[in-house]
């Protein structure tokens, strides 16, 4: 089967990147077509199973490169579905860092004072809440009394998530039945369609093409909604404008697909990939010795033994996210909750034989998983990340009916990203292990190679030509009317969780794809409230509006 159609801007996925310019331009009165790659799970079919053909193995995408594991969401909604819905700001720092290159990454038109409207208008919108204490986990208040007994400070996450809602089931990776995580399913997607979008799940984009009437053709197979490695068919659809948001592990493969037909692409596209600088540590936890020296214990009797009770990131020790310090040593230290799977896999025995991720040994932590307690290092890298040639079809080689490929990523550490892990597993250990409190190993690369959730910057924005595939206004370099607004525009990590700066950049990139727009003829405006209606962000940004793309 094959199918045609045309409308005024094509989105490829439905995350972050490209809910929020669907509702923005169709709210503005544009024809919007988003497609995504995954299925369209309703509330009712998140569900509380690891098994094959649950909505963990329907809903997620991890594709294993060469030295990193992408882990990455599959559905309508994107990432906002499978995140634990952190969303701190990225630091001040972050905006001036030079990484590899030795000098600013970042537009010099942003800044996180330049952002920081915009960050607000994402706040306003999905809405992100300021946690106490009271709302926090087990696992987030351990964590925290981790940091004080050895004079660190620790902080409740900010989260997109309602705590009266919240039921504690710590199933909200898997996507929350209970609508208290603030998807994109609750907000801007639903007023997206309220407007008129249109949004045809199953539908994975492979290439994209210029018209002869200087419109672009989007390419797409309809995958089958059990199996993944099989297509129902195929189609083109026209637009004036086409906005790429695949996520940082799928942006870059489309355009390199796309190069036969529309030239050349930007010397980035596909270069200068960030894994956000994230690394896993995992704690054993000494019970007796918590109800000894921490004084703390449950109502039930227990002291802790509660890995699996709560929610995902709760509370966070940000004391190395200090400017002052040199670059590749400034860190964020982030309780967790990490599913069996993977989690279990990665998880080393502390001061074990090698290898301690496999055998006799590994068997024995792994009775003792209700006493784990996993902290997320997210530092910074030397984006060192390379994507080679585009596999035939999709983002990756597809291994199993769903969520396991092999992709074309090849990520080899540099000492300046190796140096960043050393000093936040040190610090971790130096936190965790005082007064005998528990055991800690960071975890191995030695079965997937690095690890990342939050891929970044496989396209990302900048001033210089050589170095970023974008320009500041989120346009591709040398092809007018492509545009890329997920992750993979960031420029590079952000020593914390980043979906409030993808938001935050999004936001910020809808003013230029309306002139672009208006520019082709089509007779759209800026200037939709929140998609609740609120309007307080909406003023915040108004006077942004008129540069923010230039």
């Known amino acids: 089967m094959t199918a045609y159609d045309k409308t005024d801007v094509v989105i490829v996925g439905s995350g972050f990147g490209g809910s929020i310019p669907a509702y923005h331009l169709a709210a503005g009165g544009a024809k919007v077509t988003v497609l995504e790659r995954g299925p369209w799970l309703e509330t009712k079919e998140f569900e509380h199973d690891y098994l094959l053909g649950s909505s963990y193995t329907r809903a997620f995408d991890?594709?294993?490169?060469?030295?990193?594991?992408?882990?990455?969401?599959?559905?309508?909604?994107g990432g906002s579905v499978v995140y634990f819905a952190a969303m701190p700001r990225a630091p001040k720092f972050v905006f001036e860092r030079h990484g590899s290159i030795g000098r600013r990454m970042w537009p010099s038109v942003l800044t996180r004072d330049t952002l920081e409207p915009w960050y607000d208008r994402v706040s306003e919108s999905l809405p992100v809440s300021t946690q106490d204490w009271n709302d926090v986990s087990y696992a987030g208040g351990l964590w925290a009394a981790f940091c004080n007994h050895s004079g660190r400070t620790a902080n409740p996450a900010p989260v997109a998530v309602d705590n009266d809602r919240c039921?504690?089931?710590?199933?909200?990776?898997?996507?929350?039945?209970?609508?208290?995580?603030?998807?994109?399913?609750t907000n801007y997607l639903p007023a997206a369609l309220a407007h008129g979008a249109k949004i045809r799940p199953l539908h994975e984009v492979q290439r994209i093409e210029r018209i002869d009437d200087g419109d672009y053709r989007v390419h797409f197979n309809i995958v089958d909604d059990e199996d993944y490695r099989l297509?129902?068919?195929?189609?083109?659809?026209?637009?004036?404008?086409?906005?790429?948001?695949?996520?940082?592990?799928?942006?870059?493969?489309?355009?390199?697909?796309?190069?036969?037909?529309?030239?050349?692409?930007?010397?980035?596209?596909?270069?200068?990939?960030?894994?956000?600088?994230?690394?896993?540590?995992?704690?054993?936890?000494?019970?007796?010795?918590?109800?000894?020296?921490?004084?703390?214990?449950?109502?039930?009797?227990?002291?802790?033994?509660?890995?699996?009770?709560?929610?995902?990131?709760?509370?966070?020790?940000?004391?190395?996210?200090?400017?002052?310090?040199?670059?590749?040593?400034?860190?964020?230290?982030?309780?967790?909750?990490?599913?069996?799977?993977?989690?279990?896999?990665?998880?080393?025995?502390?001061?074990?034989?090698?290898?301690?991720?496999?055998?006799?040994?590994?068997?024995?932590?792994?009775?003792?998983?209700?006493?784990?307690?996993?902290?997320?290092?997210?530092?910074?890298?030397?984006?060192?990340?390379?994507f080679g040639a585009p596999p035939p079809t999709g983002n990756a080689y597809r291994i199993s009916q769903q969520m396991l490929g092999r992709g074309p990523l090849k990520y080899d550490p540099t000492p300046n990203t190796r140096h960043g892990w050393a000093l936040?597993?040190?610090?971790?250990?130096?936190?965790?292990?005082?007064?005998?409190?528990?055991?800690?190993?960071?975890?191995?690369?030695?079965?997937?190679?690095?690890?990342?959730?939050?891929?970044?910057?496989?396209?990302?924005?900048?001033?210089?030509?050589?170095?970023?595939?974008?320009?500041?206004?989120?346009?591709?370099?040398?092809?007018?009317?492509?545009?890329?607004?997920?992750?993979?525009?960031?420029?590079?990590?952000?020593?914390?969780?980043?979906?409030?700066?993808?938001?935050?950049?999004?936001?910020?990139?809808?003013?230029?794809?309306v002139r672009a727009l208006q520019a082709r003829g089509v007779d759209v405006t800026y200037g939709a409230p929140a998609p609740d209606g609120s309007i307080t962000g909406r003023r915040a940004v108004g006077k942004l509006s008129l540069v923010a793309g230039s």
């Not at 989690?343 to 590994?362: C, H, M, N, S």
């Open 62 to 77: 991890f594709v294993v490169g060469d030295g990193m594991s992408v882990l990455g969401g599959n559905c309508v909604g």
């Open 167 to 185: 039921v504690n089931c710590n199933f909200m990776m898997a996507g929350c039945r209970f609508d208290a995580k603030r998807s994109l399913l």
């Open 231 to 386: 297509q129902s068919g195929s189609g083109t659809i026209d637009a004036k404008i086409v906005i790429i948001a695949a996520g940082a592990g799928a942006t870059p493969v489309i355009l390199q697909r796309s190069e036969a037909a529309l030239g050349t692409m930007p010397h980035a596209v596909g270069r200068y990939f960030s894994g956000n600088g994230e690394r896993l540590n995992t704690a054993i936890i000494n019970e007796e010795r918590v109800r000894e020296v921490l004084g703390l214990s449950r109502e039930d009797g227990k002291v802790y033994e509660a890995n699996h009770i709560g929610k995902g990131p709760t509370v966070a020790n940000w004391d190395k996210l200090d400017g002052s310090l040199p670059e590749y040593e400034r860190y964020s230290l982030e309780q967790l909750y990490f599913p069996p799977g993977l989690g279990t896999i990665l998880a080393q025995v502390p001061d074990g034989d090698e290898p301690r991720w496999f055998g006799v040994q590994k068997k024995e932590i792994l009775k003792k998983w209700a006493s784990w307690l996993t902290i997320f290092l997210m530092t910074e890298d030397d984006n060192e990340g390379v």
């Open 424 to 513: 936040a597993d040190a610090e971790c250990k130096e936190i965790l292990e005082k007064d005998g409190l528990a055991k800690v190993a960071p975890w191995t690369n030695d079965v997937v190679g690095a690890y990342t959730v939050h891929p970044l910057a496989s396209c990302r924005i900048g001033d210089d030509p050589a170095t970023s595939a974008l320009h500041p206004n989120h346009e591709l370099r040398d092809h007018p009317g492509i545009f890329v607004t997920d992750s993979a525009s960031v420029p590079g990590a952000l020593t914390v969780n980043p979906a409030m700066t993808i938001a935050a950049l999004a936001e910020r990139s809808v003013p230029g794809i």
